[in-house]
């Protein structure tokens, strides 16, 4: 898995069924931790640290967040 993937987490979690985007990977550490971004209606989102067992990979994030280094009205 690589950062933008959308990913749903599995029955195995407190967050089963929840679609979410890989926002981080925390790097090949042992056990490697993704840092998964998952929305939740009018709150904001939640960021959630998986070793990658509890997730299934479900595709490519199209359109992703603009990330904080990313230029203020930067064509595109």
Request: charged share 30%.
């Amino acid at each position: 898995m690589t950062k933008h993937d959308v990913v749903q987490f599995t029955e195995n979690h407190k967050w089963a069924g929840c679609l979410g985007i890989i926002v981080e990977d925390k790097g090949a550490g042992h056990p490697r931790r993704y840092m998964v971004g998952v929305p939740v209606p009018l709150q904001g989102t939640a960021y959630i640290f998986d070793d990658g067992s509890n997730l299934e990979r479900i595709g490519k994030a199209v359109l992703v967040e603009r990330e904080e280094d990313d230029e203020v009205g930067k064509d595109r």
